[in-house]
C-alpha cells in the first residue's frame, strides 16, 4: 500500500489517505474492508484518514482503478453489515475480519 499510496499523494496532494490494495476483486466482485485485527478495532474502525482509496488489482483489473471515498461514506456502508455480523475472516493466517462489499454499492447514492 506504501507505493499505492505515494503514487496518490503525487495526483492528489498531501490528504490524509488510507490506501488498500484488493488482489480479489476481480474474481469476487467484491472489496474487502478490513474492521478488526486479532479481536481488536482496525482497519475501517480505526484510521483518522478522510479519505479511503481502495487500488483494484487482479485479472481485471491491474492497478490501473483507485476508488477514492470519503471515509464517513466508507463507514455508512459497512457499518450495517458489521453490526448484522456479515464479517468474514481475511487477511494472513485469517486472523482479519473484513466485510466484504460488491463494488457496485461503493457507487450507490449516499445520505452524506
Wanted: hydrophobic share 40%.
Amino acid at each position: 500500500g506504501q507505493i499505492a499510496e505515494q503514487q496518490l499523494r503525487e495526483i492528489l496532494g498531501d490528504i490524509t489517505l488510507e490506501v488498500k490494495r484488493d488482489f480479489l476483486v476481480s474474481a469476487t466482485g467484491n472489496v474487502a474492508i478490513e474492521y478488526e485485527y486479532r479481536g481488536t478495532p482496525s482497519g475501517i474502525h480505526v484510521t483518522t484518514s478522510k479519505w479511503w482509496a481502495i487500488v483494484l488489482d487482479g485479472d481485471s483489473f491491474t492497478s490501473d482503478v483507485i476508488v477514492v471515498i470519503k471515509t464517513a461514506r466508507l463507514r455508512q456502508l459497512v457499518e450495517p453489515l458489521i453490526r448484522d455480523g456479515k464479517g468474514k475472516p481475511g487477511g494472513d493466517n485469517l486472523w482479519t475480519k473484513v466485510i466484504c462489499l460488491p463494488l457496485n454499492d461503493l457507487l450507490k447514492p449516499s445520505d452524506l
